[in-house]
């Protein structure tokens, strides 16, 4: 197994990193240089270390570090920890062994006090300016578990662990005023080099739409108007003749005014069932929707009907104005409710292509506008295209006073407190008797955690720095008025939000970061991590730096200029087929049972994976994350003992799900290369001399070889495809076996560009060939385009059967390419003119008998 000594190789070149401080990023650096910031999301590593999924964005943004320090970037690449409590040291240990190039002076906690007395610092800038406030928001609390729970924790009323019930209740909170900054946030996304999902997710999350508000006046019993307006927040103006009903939220302020006593019992009853529901399980398109009649009715303002008032779950109370016109005809919720509750429907936009039965189901896109004037109101809108309709609508109800356009959004204000002891304390005291809140002067930062031996909830909802009693009751040193402290404490998110900053400048005791220092290493230019942090971590983060950027604090608008998400390593692949009544295996999507298929009789067959000998039979392949209840995480301490860091690193670049296989296939690779140039071991354990020549001249077909790869590896590995990159390599060795003498030139340079994917060994190689320090500063090899120039071939050009020229063109050249000289050369072109080609055939240039005919 031991194909070569990485068991003596790579513990010896971590030792050197450490001991020479390598990596090390000094704090006064030559700033007329170019930097390259690369960061990775902070670990969140579970309870049993790290699997082999977690490496996988650390070794991409190893090697991007690696590569940038050799192209002669001051690199910045450090790494933090933000879980109070979490054994940092030992995952230290774990990333050491696997050879990342961090800076480990700049290590940082988010837990430690001279790091949290920024984040608390930040907190009261939040505060001067009016973007932290306290409110009461309605939480989930469940009373059996004495706390309050997350959303997630809440499944169809009941706590998740426990089943415990589940009520939404009211609760003074810290909340954030991210909205304030949904405008920025959703516009500056367009410059950022982020996959377009997660830009996507974002925008999503933030969910700006544009509309209208509008008035409905309620009616009394009598049939006449009552002074009670309900406002409705629609994206549909357009459709206002269309609305046949309104729907209040259950918790909707007006809904007592105007419920009719007939029908006050069952409301009631209504609305506190649907207090036990989340707001998720209450939008489920799905989930059959539920609704009461209130007992009133409303006036429509564009044609003067009474329309009837219901309550109902699927408008929620925190969105718009948490009141909606329903347009049954025209949006698929109140399509369904009206069904079920016999509600009229009527069509108001038909579609192009003519009639809708709107009965069926809901028109949802655009058309023109039918069933849509009024003499009462004088509105018509009839004939026109929908879009010029709701213009004209706002238009009408600006006029008249019922109504004017609107902007929402779906992104809420950040609730900021969390019941917790574990967590940065709140720099702010409340002053006995007055109850007034004063900030703690930024002197006093950092504001620090009393001791306490019990972290368990009260109970009661009070968190449990409420028990720490002579922390709590202090002294306002302003006015000397007795005070208490506030005993929520910041969410986990905090520290996370800003921590890139402090890498910059990680010891300063007098700002969060020095100015200079920041102009220098902002933004990050990679950052890489989990698809699963696309909204909240990423959109908080930016959020905050936005407000630094107005307090002045930092010079760039956005934190991070490109995003990469890592993707994941699966644990294992499992394939599924499906039997037929006689038991015979049948493809996944005709039948009956299924049953797991073992890898080994599995083959991929275009789209669908498919049994070996069968291909007929399809089977479904269901990928598993790594994971501890599916019992299939493998831990990279194993596979580095047993086949060293630095396969595990490469194989890690190639993805996909784990297999022995495929960390044989590169441990073989790194061994191949390890013959090459040291030779193998005799008996006596030396090693022979590999086929390398120290003083040798290369050859025109070396070079040529090498810079090939050169360029391919080059080019791959700042397109961040490290798999291709590597492949390259491997095609290099091969051709290299073939060689007599390997001359140390171009060995050399093979070393260095395989040392960001597998630094031990080329550390190793490097220092074989003859060099005394690291490889790690050494120039990154560079191509030279004369050993790149393609050989050509002359392409014969047949047109209607008959040859009637050539083209030159490069041996690698595509059918698009040869098609596109041969129309552009006036000899041939003369043959194509006003003739459609309705064939063409391209025989590739690289192989025998090439050719081009239409
Ligand atoms: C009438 C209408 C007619 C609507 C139509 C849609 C289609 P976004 O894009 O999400 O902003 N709505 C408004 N407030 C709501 C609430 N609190 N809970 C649930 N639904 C609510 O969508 C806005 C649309 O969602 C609004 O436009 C409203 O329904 C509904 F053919 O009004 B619409």
Redesign the pocket.
């Known amino acids: 197994r031991r194909a070569y000594p990485f068991h003596e190789i790579e513990p010896k070149w971590q030792h050197y990193w450490e001991e020479k401080k390598t990596f090390r990023t000094p704090d006064e650096i030559d700033t007329s240089k170019p930097k390259f910031y690369v960061l990775d999301m902070f670990p969140y590593p579970s309870g049993v270390g790290l699997h082999v999924g977690h490496p996988l964005g650390y070794t991409a943004t190893d090697i991007l570090a690696r590569l940038k320090r050799m192209q002669g970037f001051n690199v910045l690449h450090p790494m933090g920890w933000d879980a109070f409590g979490l054994p940092a040291e030992q995952y230290a240990i774990e990333l050491k062994l696997l050879g990342f190039s961090y800076d480990w002076d700049r290590e940082i906690s988010t837990t430690e006090p001279d790091y949290y007395k920024w984040t608390q610092w930040i907190f009261l800038q939040l505060l001067k300016r009016g973007l932290a406030y306290q409110a009461e928001v309605p939480v989930n609390w469940c009373p059996a578990l004495g706390t309050v729970l997350a959303n997630e924790e809440v499944v169809d009323g009941v706590s998740e662990r426990g089943g415990h019930p589940v009520v939404r209740k009211p609760m003074r909170q810290w909340m954030l005023k991210i909205t304030a900054y949904a405008d920025r946030l959703l516009e500056d996304l367009d410059g950022l080099d982020w996959p377009e999902s997660v830009k996507e997710m974002q925008r999503n999350w933030i ?1 700006r ?1 544009e ?1 209208a508000e509008l008035q409905f006046s309620a009616m009394d019993s009598d049939g006449l108007e009552s002074d009670i307006k309900i406002t ?5 103006p357009d ?1 206002i003749f269309g ?1 046949t009903y309104l729907v209040l ?1 259950p918790e909707h302020v007006l809904l007592p005014a105007i419920i009719a006593d007939s029908q006050r019992e069952v409301v009631e009853e209504y609305t506190e069932l649907a207090s036990r529901k989340s707001d998720l399980e209450r ?1 489920e398109l799905q989930k059959e929707k539920t609704g009461v009649f209130s007992g009133s009715y409303a006036r429509n303002p564009a044609n003067g009907l009474a329309i009837p008032i219901w309550v109902a779950d ?4 925190s ?4 009141a ?4 049954p005809a ?2 698929t919720r ?1 399509h369904e409710f009206s069904l079920k509750y016999n509600i009229p429907v009527c069509g108001v936009v038909t579609p192009e292509n003519g009639s809708f039965n709107y009965r069926e189901k809901a028109y ?1 896109g655009d058309g023109t506008m039918i069933n849509s004037s009024s003499p009462t109101s004088g509105l018509d809108i009839n004939g026109l295209p929908s879009k010029d309709a709701a213009s004209k609508v706002i238009e009408w109800v600006e006029k008249t006073g019922c109504g004017m356009k609107k902007v ?1 959004y ?1 992104l809420r204000d950040w609730l900021f407190a969390r019941q917790r002891y574990w967590g940065e304390p709140i720099p702010v005291i409340f002053l006995d008797g007055t109850g007034e809140c004063v900030p703690v002067s930024e002197a006093e930062l950092p504001l620090t955690l009393p001791e306490l031996d019990d972290f368990t909830p009260t109970g009661t909802g009070e968190p449990p720095l409420a028990k720490a009693l002579s922390w709590v009751q202090t002294v306002d040193p302003i006015s000397g008025k007795s005070a208490q402290r506030e005993t929520n404490t910041m969410p986990q998110w905090a520290g996370s939000c800003w921590y890139y900053l402090r890498f910059m400048d990680p010891r300063n005791p007098n700002a969060l970061v020095d100015k200079e220092k920041e102009k220098y290493w902002s933004p990050v230019d990679v950052y890489v991590g989990g698809a699963e942090h696309a909204v909240l971590h990423l959109l908080y983060a930016r959020f905050w730096h936005k407000v630094l950027y107005d307090v002045g604090v930092v010079s760039t608008k956005e934190p991070f200029q490109c995003v990469i998400n890592q993707g994941i390593i699966l644990g294992e692949v499992q394939y599924i087929a499906f039997r037929d009544s006689d038991g015979n295996l049948v493809s996944a999507d005709s039948v009956d049972e299924m049953g797991d298929i073992s890898q080994e009789i599995v083959t991929k067959s275009g789209d669908y994976f498919v049994l070996k000998d069968n291909p007929d039979i399809r089977l479904i392949g269901r990928a598993h994350k790594m994971s501890k209840s599916r019992g299939n995480v493998v831990n990279p301490d194993d596979v580095v003992s047993q086949y060293g860091a630095d396969s595990l690193r490469l194989y890690e670049m190639f993805m996909g799900p784990f297999s022995t296989s495929g960390i044989d296939g590169v441990h073989r690779f790194l061994a191949r290369v390890w013959r090459l140039v040291v030779g193998s071991p005799s008996l006596d354990g030396k090693y022979n001399v590999g086929t390398v020549d120290l003083d040798g001249e290369p050859s025109l077909e070396q070079l040529r070889c090498l810079h090939r790869c050169i360029s391919k590896v080059t080019e791959e590995v700042e397109g961040t495809r490290f798999n291709t990159g590597i492949s390259a390599m491997m095609e290099f060795i091969n051709a290299a076996y073939k060689w007599d003498k390997l001359p140390r030139p171009v060995i050399e340079q093979f070393a260095l560009l395989l040392s960001p994917y597998a630094p031990h060994m080329s550390e190793e190689l490097w220092s074989r060939l003859g060099h005394s320090t690291s490889l790690a500063y050494e120039p990154y090899p560079t191509v030279n385009p004369e050993y790149l120039k393609e050989s050509t071939v002359v392409l014969p050009v047949q047109i209607n059967g008959k040859t009637r020229g050539t083209v030159q063109v490069k041996k690698q050249c595509t059918e698009e390419d040869a098609f596109g000289l041969a129309s552009s050369d006036p000899k041939l072109s003369k043959f194509l003119d006003g003739k459609t080609i309705k064939k063409r055939i391209f025989v590739p240039a690289m192989t025998k008998k090439p050719g081009l005919s239409m």
């Open positions: 969910g739409s509309g409705v927040y629609t994206t549909r459709t609305a939220a939008t699927y408008v929620l109370g969105y718009g104005t948490g909606i016109m329903a347009v025209h949006d109140d949802t929402n779906k």
